[in-house]
Structure formats: C-alpha cells, structure tokens
C-alpha cells in the first residue's frame, strides 16, 4: 500500500445488490411485511396486555434490514423497503377487486371477508407510514454508525438503529393502526403502542446472535464486499 493510498480516509465498505443474497432478502422481507398486514388485522389481549396478531412475525423484518442495511448500504436498503410496500399495496387492492366480484351463491363470507379487507387497508396505511419512518431510521443509523465505526462496534450498530427505528415505526403505526383494530379508549393505545415498541425492541436484541451470524455469513460470500477495518 502507498503513503498516498494510506493517507486516504477510509470508507465504509458495502456489498453491490448484483447477488444471490440480495433477492432473497427481499422476497423474505417482502412475505413478512404482508403476512404481518393481514395477521395484524386482529386485536391480541394477554389479560390487560393488549398487541395484534402482527407481532408473531413483524420483528423479523427489522432484523432483516439490519443485514441489508450492514451489508448493501442505506440506498440497497431503501429499495427493498419500497418494493415490500408496493406489493402491500398490490395485496389491498387484489383484495378489494375481489371484495366487488360477484359472489358465488354457496359463499356465505363476504361480510367477513370485507371487514378483514378494510382492516387491513387501513393496517396498510398504517404500516407505510410506520414502516417507512421506522426503517428508514433503522436503515440511516446503522450506516450513520458504521461510516463512524467501519467494522468494528456491529453490536451498537444493530441496537441503536432497533432503537431509534421501532420507536418511530410503533409510534406512527399504532397511532393510524390503533381504530382499525378496535382500540378506543387512551390507556389501551398507551400499552399497545409501549407494548409493541418493548416488545420489537427486545426480539430484535435477543435475536443479535442470529443476526451477528447472517451478516457475516452474506460478507464472507458477497464477492463485492471488501472491509475497511
């Protein structure tokens, strides 16, 4: 190495999107934003803990961005985050489309099925609202952090973005999301939206081993990626 090419400020490294892994990513990351949606759609009480059934799944997709985030960089991160919530929006609206075809004369749930739709379009507003706001918190500050850190300190990366990004999500989202699932009174959307920001917060902590081993798998095999330690 050169004195001049050592004299250089390092860089954060990132992996091109032009892989195996990166579609993957996104088609996991785009499954679970929906499979969410639709889950969410019903109220959850555990005694006086009031959530959705969107918490089953939901907390993945925030460990999902930390590894496209770590490894592709903030813009790769993005898109994927846009194209999840396009197919959201697909979803909805194959859903009313079918909600006005004619019903055959043996099917006996269509009040249902347009109850469960309209939850979920509202759900689908909420989740963009939150999801964009939350991941791309999530997505800035492990960047933000890693420009600053390069390689090392991964652990501060992944817990302060959760940290900052799901606080943002659950905020936004409960607060759009909270009649569609028929919360009405304030202490109920109190514990609901504190319950769901611990709650993602704490998967998402627990889940750093798991994470720890994805991303370092996908480095150790994105042939782009080179580090700057």
Same mark, same amino acid.
């Given at each position: 190495?050169?004195?001049?090419? %050592? ?5 954060? $490294?990132?992996?091109?999107?032009? %892989?195996?892994?990166?579609?993957? &990513? ?33 907390? #993945?997709?925030? +460990?999902?961005?930390?590894?496209? !985030? ?19 929006? #697909? ?7 079918? +909600?006005? #075809?004619? $019903? ?18 509202? &759900? ?12 791309? &918190?999530? $997505?800035?500050?492990? +960047? ?13 990366? &992944?817990?302060? !973005? ?12 409960? !607060? ?8 009405? !009174? ?15 917060? $704490?998967?998402? +902590? ?24």
């Amino acid at each position: 190495m050169t004195q001049e090419a %050592s004299a250089r400020p390092q860089r954060a $490294a990132f992996a091109q999107v032009g %892989s195996v892994y990166y579609p993957v &990513l996104a088609a996991v990351f785009t499954a679970l934003i929906i499979i969410s949606n639709v889950t969410a759609t019903k109220g959850v009480a555990f005694g006086p803990i009031i959530t959705d059934g969107g918490f089953i799944v939901f907390p #993945l997709t925030y +460990v999902i961005g930390d590894v496209l !985030s770590e490894v592709y960089g903030f813009k790769a991160a993005r898109r994927v985050i846009y194209v999840g919530f396009a197919m959201n929006a #697909l979803a909805a609206l194959a859903f009313w489309v079918t +909600v006005y #075809l004619p $019903a055959a004369d043996f099917y006996t749930n269509q009040e249902h099925f347009e109850n469960v739709v309209g939850a979920y379009t509202q &759900l689908i507003v909420a989740g963009l609202a939150g999801f964009i706001v939350g991941q791309t &918190l999530n $997505a800035w500050v492990v +960047v933000l952090i890693k420009e600053r850190t390069k390689e090392k300190h991964l652990w501060a990366r &992944l817990v302060g !973005s959760t940290f900052v990004g799901q606080l943002g999500d659950t905020v936004v989202f409960c !607060s759009i999301a909270a009649g569609a699932i028929g919360i009405t !009174s304030f202490a109920d959307f109190a514990v609901y939206t504190a319950l769901g920001w611990f709650y993602k917060t $704490a998967i998402e +902590v627990v889940m750093l081993p798991v994470t720890y081993r994805v991303i370092a798998f996908i480095k150790r095999r994105e042939p782009t990626y080179g580090a700057d330690v």
